[in-house]
C-alpha cells in the first residue's frame, strides 16, 4: 500500500489570484506528463526546459536583452508575448515541441539568468504550471505558489524509460544515473541546495502504483482541500 502524508498547518494557496505551480521530477517518474495534465484540468499554459530554450534561442532572450525590455515596460513579459502574436509563424509556447538538446552541466550563469527572467515574467503574466528549472527556488518568495515533487522507484523509472525510448534496462539505467547526476549538480550550483530535500516543496507525491491522472487528481484535491494533514 502506498502511503503519502503531507503536514503544511499554514499552506493555501489562492485559487482566484495568479498562481503558479512548481513540479520538479525524478526522470522516468512521469512528472512532465503529469504537469501537461495538471495544466490542462487548471486551464492554464504549460511550460518547461525545451519552451524556455526554445524562447531563448529564436527571439535572443539574454539576459542583458531582458533587463533592456524590463526597463522599457512593467511587465515586459506581456508586451514580449503580444510582440511574438504578431511575428509570422508563431508558435504558442505552451504547445512548442521539445527541441531541448542543452544538457543541463552546459548552463551557464547567464543563460541561467536569462531563464529565471523569462520564467519570472511568466508568472507575472498569467497563473501557469511549470516543470522543472529550479521552479522550487525561483519561486520560493512568490506569494502564490505550490512546488511538488515526483518521485518514483527506481525500477518505476527504469520500466518507464524502457517503454518510452524502446531501450534495455541496462541503458535505461545508465540513462537515468546520468540526468539524476548532471540535475542535482545544477541544482546544487544554483540554489544551493539539494533537489532531493523534501523542504523545498509543499508536496511530495511517489508515482508509484499511481497513474498520471491519479497523480494530477491528487493535486487538485490538495488544492481544494488545504488541510494540515492529509493521508492518502
Not at 140 to 168: C, E, F, G, W, Y
Amino acid at each position: 500500500m502506498f502511503i503519502f502524508a503531507l503536514y503544511y498547518p499554514n499552506y493555501k494557496m489562492k485559487q482566484d489570484e495568479l498562481f503558479v505551480i512548481t513540479i520538479n521530477r525524478e526522470l522516468g517518474s512521469g512528472g512532465r506528463t503529469i504537469g501537461r495534465k495538471l495544466a490542462e484540468r487548471l486551464e492554464v499554459p504549460f511550460y518547461d526546459k525545451s519552451v524556455i530554450q526554445q524562447l531563448k534561442k529564436k527571439y535572443n532572450l539574454t539576459a542583458d536583452e531582458i533587463e533592456r525590455l524590463k526597463g522599457q515596460k512593467h511587465n515586459w513579459w506581456a508586451e514580449f508575448k503580444r510582440s511574438m502574436m504578431l511575428m509570422p509563424n508563431f508558435v504558442a509556447p505552451q504547445v512548442l515541441p521539445d527541441y531541448s538538446s542543452m544538457p543541463d552541466f552546459l548552463i551557464t550563469d547567464e543563460i541561467f539568468k536569462a531563464e529565471t527572467e523569462i520564467l519570472k515574467g511568466i508568472a507575472a503574466d498569467g497563473s501557469c504550471v511549470i516543470a522543472g528549472r529550479s521552479g522550487f527556488y525561483i519561486f520560493r518568495d512568490h506569494p502564490n505558489h505550490l512546488s511538488v515533487l515526483i518521485q518514483a522507484s527506481m525500477q518505476h523509472r527504469i520500466d518507464r524509460v524502457m517503454q518510452k525510448q524502446k531501450i534495455t534496462a541496462e541503458e535505461a539505467k545508465a540513462i537515468i544515473d546520468q540526468v539524476d547526476e548532471s540535475r542535482e549538480n545544477y541544482v546544487k550550483k544554483y540554489t544551493g541546495s539539494s533537489r532531493y530535500d523534501t523542504r523545498n516543496y509543499d508536496l511530495v507525491i511517489n508515482a508509484d502504483e499511481h497513474t498520471e491522472d491519479e497523480i494530477v487528481e491528487i493535486i487538485i484535491h490538495y488544492l481544494k482541500l488545504p488541510l494540515s494533514k492529509i493521508i492518502f
